[in-house]
Nanobody
Framework: QVRLVESGGGLVQPGESLRLSCAAP???????MGWYRQAPGKQRELAATITSGWSTKYAESVEGRFLITRDNDRNEVYLEMSRLNPEDTAVYYC?????????WGRGTQVTVSS
């Protein structure tokens, strides 16, 4: 059974930065990992993804502010979020696409508020 372990998140002020981490111990390293986010009252949306070959994709709203990277040896993915604004407030969910089978983390709250 695949288990995703998320860390990071919290409360920050506008303009500040935050880093999320997600580990997928024991699962295949050939995969797509990344983050979706869900703001209050809105649908879950893609934030960023990265393949095991380091191909990345970003939502237009975070392009240039968020950076997704990964450590293939540890099977971990990281989301560096900078210049955060209140519209980035959401629960961020790590996901793992393992040969078409999708697995989700439990989510971590990111709140941007002054």
């Amino acid at each position: 059974q695949v288990r995703l372990v998320e860390s990071g998140g919290g409360l920050v002020q506008p303009g500040e930065s935050l880093r999320l981490s997600c580990a997928a111990p024991g699962s295949s390293r050939i995969n797509i990992m990344g983050w979706y986010r869900q703001a209050p009252g809105k649908q879950r949306e893609l934030a960023a993804t990265i393949t095991s070959g380091w191909s990345t994709k970003y939502a237009e709203s975070v392009e240039g502010r968020f950076l997704i990277t990964r450590d293939n040896d540890r099977n971990e993915v990281y989301l560096e979020m900078s210049r955060l604004n209140p519209e980035d407030t959401a629960v961020y969910y790590c996901f793992l696409n393992l040969f078409g089978e999708i697995h989700w983390g439990r989510g971590t709250q990111v709140t941007v508020s002054s």
